[in-house]
């Protein structure tokens, strides 16, 4: 690998981007969108382009293929591809160079193909235009393109539609379209973000196969520093429609030199800042009509100087192939020395569990019918839930991991009473509450409450925040009438208490970013004065810097509050930071129970293993090979017999394709369902 | 004169009070206010409003009725005529009553048909002669002197319209003049702003159509009092006359049908979205039912039953227009009552949409009654849908009318309506020399009236829609 990234510096670019500026129009204004971006991808190389959301990325790779939307305008600069001028060509030889000259991988594979045409007929569309196949030549040349993107039995699958096929299978599906027109270079804007890790790894050892194989060229676009650090030779930071770093990714993840990238850093959650702060970025990306006149970064850079308001930074080089658009380069005494985080909080751990749980789940089953027919005969179950125990105490955070479609976040609707449960048990401090009616659960409603993974799904776009806030507790609290002005004052108290202006009562959900949305579902939980709260992916959508913001919010709330936490999530790192226990799960059966430190240091189930070494480290090879898991997670609707686990397992053995392992302690905390244990 | 209120003036009047009621409380919703504010931006939109409006005057005038006294003799009980009135009437007496024999071309002054007249020649003998006998109204004032009748129209065409471009220019002052007081500018550059387009509120747009609506409007005015503009009937009725009552059946048919549809549809649709399981499997059973009816012959059966109720029970009724008025109630209630499916189904679509977003949940988290629900989360977010399909629904109601009086399954025979004058215009047609300016009038105007509608429905749409916004 190492001599991959050295080849990338010297050969000639295959794809050279100078000073490229453009702009979207809107009300009779160009609002500029990326400001003069320049960079260049050598053949064999991969650029990753690494930024938040809003910062320009995807709509600079969309520019490279001119493919930007109606309102958006290319103001400057030039693109130049093996040596030819992107930007000047007709329309009709920018086709030709779409395909063959580079290609594109989008983030939704589920949208991304035509869910009318078969897999044949969209892989032909391209070796149709790009190498004129027709006929029985194209349909060989589409099945070595399916075989060579590790889809099994490419003949079979060339004539299924694409809802036949699972989210890896599309994405792989996805890369042989992009393939077809054999590109010099591969374009991929957020492969794998749609994706579960297991899944993730799959692909990003594809692209990274294909690219070596093919000598492409790839400019990978993520926001994920651990996808950057697997894959990247090169890497690119940016910043409101700026450059603002550039660097060989060891140097990078060596000494990232840009207070930005530095920041991005500090916020990553992590063990070793376990039960601390997390640093945060203040304020927001700036809006694109109200960019800052100097640096952009400056409103929010903790070494700003009146410098850095009025003049914007040039690159300075920082040796090794690494350049900054920082003043502070030159003038490096300017640094300020980032200020140390607060220690842990020995609060919230000390709190630990010396009472009864306050949330106590046995065997909790969910299973969904399947209807066919006219009488809508139930001809099976999907086992969305089949089968989990838990117990949380107050002040705990239980993390509830697992990839998409195991049931955790059903799990997390069954302990509410949002879905009922088809058997089992939930206890709320004792209290049997599954089962109760409407009338008898809603005094246990205040007792526990949920926050929601999207934000922008999750407050109602028609209430102002003030009236999101205080329906709870109209709903919950109404027993002690409440005059308009205690509620106000109350509902003040909660905006207060998360961060939030008072101003934001009158105004409403969309004048607010994703991170500030959050924080007012958060208000509007706490509002009824819960003891449990289930946070369900509550930082997925939200950027590296906001989620250091929501998880320190949420941290303090608990040593403040002493609230209990079941936190469902598919992310380590915010499952490090936070959680004191851990929950795997897998095809709806918790698979894997213990103390953090346990679980992920020693994991022993061979799924938590294998889920654990997929997520790649956001540093460049930090040892310790990828377990690769075969296939992907079988519907719940027909799970395997035996262990649910089996036919992607490596360690199978017969007993394992027959029976269902028991849970197995191995400590006091410590659970495990596998027959590797016993 | 003693006032009569008809119950479908009641309805329209509600309907006006709702509509001052609902444009206050939405200027007061800043979503709401800001998706109106994108309709005012709207050229084609505001046009359409500004003629939709005219129109809706004309309707408006025409539901304000009164039965005139009876001259009586004094110390007399004052009696009352039979006849209905409305404020339009009163306004175009002269066009009400100037009653020719039969049909007449527009603007002609002389009848379409040849007859048997008798002519005194210079020597005091008569002689009967077949020949196109001269109009008892229509340019009666050129006397004798029937060649003069070009130049005349022409004269008083030509005045109508300068008269009508000092109006506008006027009302263009008048425009300018606000908007230089909201953007604190000088008259000149305000004038030139607006004409630029530059205006948050498409002025431009409403003037053009202000001044298209007035030339129109002052031509007719100038030449209605001489002329039959539209020509006249077979019962020798001004055209122009009926064409201006239709108006507003029209707008009855095309508004208390939606006000009937919409609780219908907004209910049903949203509780089988919603709740699911038998509410519902009730609900969808119900309305696919309904749909695979065929619409004509259902509301033929319904017409036909309430014909003979109506029928049966003259005693209901003090006067025909009465009657004529409850007959077009009943037709808008079985329009309602049939076509509240489509807005249900797509109401319910959303709704199973919307039940799923996980504000919904969270209100559901928090035991919220399921109606709160209803009405807190889930309708303010349905209301785009419902206001774009109550504008959609009204151009094809009137046109559903047109269809309806067609087949004879319409309004009351005696109720003008653009339907019974398509209706008529069948035999017109049929006859040589043919008739053709009452079908041409209805036509254009129901033309214009649905285009109007469709084309603010359209900037209403692009507004509301979330995906805009």
């Known amino acids: 690998m190492a001599d991959a990234r050295d080849l990338g510096m010297t050969s000639a670019p295959l794809l050279d981007v100078r000073d490229l500026s453009l702009g979207f129009a809107t009300d009779g204004r160009v609002l500029t969108a990326v400001a003069g971006i320049s960079f260049s991808v050598a053949a064999g190389e991969t650029y990753a382009l690494l930024g938040e959301s809003g910062c320009g990325k995807s709509a600079g790779a969309l520019a490279l293929m001119r493919l930007l939307p109606a309102a958006g305008r290319i103001l400057g600069g030039a693109v130049r591809l093996e040596g030819r001028e992107l930007l000047a060509l007709p329309e009709a030889e920018m086709r030709g160079v779409r395909g063959s000259g580079m290609a594109m991988i989008f983030q939704e594979p589920a949208t991304s193909l035509n869910p009318v045409l078969t897999v044949g007929r969209q892989i032909g569309e391209v070796l149709a235009r790009h190498g004129g196949l027709a006929g029985q030549a194209a349909r060989a040349r589409a099945e070595k393109l399916l075989a060579a993107v590790g889809i099994a039995d490419p003949a079979r699958r060339l004539d299924e539609y694409p809802f036949q096929l699972s989210g890896g299978m599309k994405q792989r599906v996805m890369i042989a379209v992009a393939l077809a027109g054999d590109p010099r270079l591969l374009i991929a804007d957020e492969p794998t973000t749609a994706l579960d890790v297991t899944i993730q790894a799959q692909i990003l050892d594809l692209l990274q196969d294909l690219q070596v194989e093919r000598d492409m060229g790839m400019l990978l676009i993520t926001h994920d520093l651990g996808v950057v650090a697997r894959m990247a030779h090169r890497v690119g930071v940016m910043y409101a429609g700026e450059l603002v770093e550039e660097a060989p990714a060891t140097a990078f993840f060596d000494a990232p030199r840009h207070p930005y990238t530095q920041a991005l850093f500090a916020a990553l959650p992590d063990l070793s800042r376990r039960g601390a702060r997390l640093a945060t970025i203040a304020g927001q990306v700036p809006a694109l009509s109200a960019m800052p006149a100097g640096c952009r970064f400056a409103p929010r850079c903790p070494h700003a100087w009146a410098r850095c308001r009025d003049e914007s930074p040039g690159w300075s080089p920082a040796g090794d192939g690494q350049r900054v658009r920082c003043h502070l380069i030159e003038e490096e005494g300017r640094r300020r020395p980032t200020p140390a985080s607060a220690a842990a909080s020995a609060a919230a751990a000390a709190a630990a569990a010396d009472v009864g749980p306050l949330l106590q789940v046995a065997d909790l089953k969910v299973h969904f019918p399947i209807r066919r027919g006219v009488f809508q005969r139930t001809v099976g179950h999907v086992r969305a839930v089949d089968g989990v125990s838990l117990a949380l105490a107050a002040g705990r955070t239980l993390a509830l991991v697992g990839e998409s479609g195991c049931g955790k976040t059903t799990v997390g609707k069954a302990i509410l009473q949002l879905l009922a449960p088809t058997a089992g048990s939930v206890r709320m401090d004792g209290r049997e509450i599954a089962g109760l009616s409407r009338r008898a659960l809603r005094p246990l409603r205040r007792r526990m409450q949920m926050v929601f993974q999207d934000p922008f799904a999750s407050l109602n776009p028609r209430l102002t925040v003030g009236e999101i806030i205080a329906e709870g507790m109209q709903a919950l609290l109404g027993d002690a009438p409440r005059n308009a002005q205690e509620t106000q004052a109350a509902v003040a108290a909660l905006l207060a208490q998360v961060g939030l202006d008072a101003g934001a009562v009158d105004r409403y959900p969309h004048e607010f970013s994703g991170g500030q949305r959050q924080r007012i579902a958060i208000a509007r939980a706490l509002a009824v004065q819960p003891e449990l709260l289930i946070c369900d992916e509550p930082t997925s959508a939200l950027d590296v810097s906001v989620q250091a913001q929501i998880l320190n919010l949420l941290g303090e709330l608990q040593s403040r509050l002493g609230l209990a936490y079941l936190f469902i999530t598919h992310n380590f790192a915010v499952v490090e930071h936070l959680a004191h226990e851990v929950a795997v799960m897998y095809l709806g059966r918790i698979v894997e129970r213990g103390t953090v430190e346990e679980v992920l240091r020693q994991p022993q189930h061979p799924y938590t293993r294998a889920l654990l070494s997929a997520v790649p480290p956001p540093r460049p090879a930090a040892g310790g090979s990828i377990i690769r898991l075969p296939g992907e997670t079988p519907s719940p609707a027909k799970p395997p017999a035996g262990c649910h686990f089996h036919p992607r397992c490596a360690f199978a053995t017969a007993e394992c394709r027959e029976r269902y392992p028991d849970e197995r302690a191995l400590s006091a905390t410590r659970v495990v369902r596998c027959h590797l244990y016993r | ?469």
């Open chain 2, 1 to 469: 004169m003693q006032p009569v209120l008809l119950w479908s003036d009641l309805f329209i009047w509600l309907l006006v009070a709702a509509g001052v009621v609902g444009a206050w409380w939405s200027a007061r919703q800043p979503l709401l206010a800001a998706a109106w504010a994108r309709v005012g931006r709207s050229r084609p939109g505001m046009a359409a409003a500004t003629l939709l409006a005219a129109f809706a005057l004309i309707g408006l005038l025409d539901s304000l009725h009164y039965r005139p006294q009876l001259p009586a003799q004094p110390g007399e009980k004052p009696a009352y005529a039979v006849e209905v009135l409305s404020a339009l009437d009163a306004l175009l007496t002269p066009l009400r009553t100037r009653v020719e024999k039969t049909y007449s071309a527009p603007l002609a002054t002389r009848a379409y048909a040849k007859e048997m007249i008798e002519l005194r020649q210079t020597d005091g003998t008569l002689v009967n002669q077949r020949d196109f006998p001269r109009l008892r109204h229509g340019g009666a004032s050129l006397g004798d002197d029937e060649a003069r009748a070009g130049a005349d129209i022409a004269g008083r065409a030509l005045s109508a319209l300068a008269f009508a471009a000092l109006v506008w220019l006027a009302l263009c002052a008048l425009a300018a003049r606000r908007v230089a007081g909201r953007a604190a500018l000088g008259f000149g550059a305000a004038w030139r702003k607006l004409w630029r387009g530059d205006t948050a509120f498409a002025w431009d747009a409403v003037l053009v159509a202000l001044g298209l609506i007035l030339a129109v409007a002052a031509v007719f005015v100038g030449l209605a009092v001489e002329y039959h503009v539209l020509g006249t009937d077979k019962v020798g009725q001004d055209v122009l006359y009926q064409v201006l009552k239709s108006v507003r059946t029209a707008l009855v048919i095309g508004l208390v049908t939606t006000l009937v549809t919409l609780p219908l549809a907004i209910f049903l649709g949203i509780v089988a979205g919603y709740f699911r399981g038998w509410a519902d499997d009730l609900i969808q059973y119900l309305y696919t039912v309904l749909n695979s009816i065929p619409g004509v012959l259902l509301i033929a059966a319904a017409v036909l039953m309430m014909q003979v109720v109506i029928d049966t029970h003259p005693q209901w009724f003090a006067t025909a227009a009465e009657r004529a008025d409850l007959r077009l109630l009943a037709l808008c209630f079985i329009l309602g009552l049939t076509s509240w499916t489509g807005l249900a189904r797509l109401l319910r679509g959303e709704a199973l949409k919307l039940r799923e977003l996980e504000y919904v949940q969270a209100a559901q988290a928090f035991g919220v009654s399921d109606l709160r629900i209803l009405g807190r989360h889930l309708l303010p977010n349905l209301m785009h849908i419902v206001i774009i399909a109550l504008v959609m629904d009204f151009s094809g109601l009137v046109l559903a009318e047109a269809v309806l009086s067609y087949v004879g399954i319409g309004v009351d025979p005696t109720m003008i309506s653009f339907g019974t004058m398509i209706n008529n215009a069948r035999m017109e047609l049929g006859r040589e020399p043919v008739v053709w300016w009452s079908l041409l009038a209805a036509f254009a105007f129901m033309f214009v009236l649905v285009l109007a509608a469709n084309l603010l429905a359209d900037a209403v749409r692009d507004a509301f829609d979330p995906r805009m916004a």
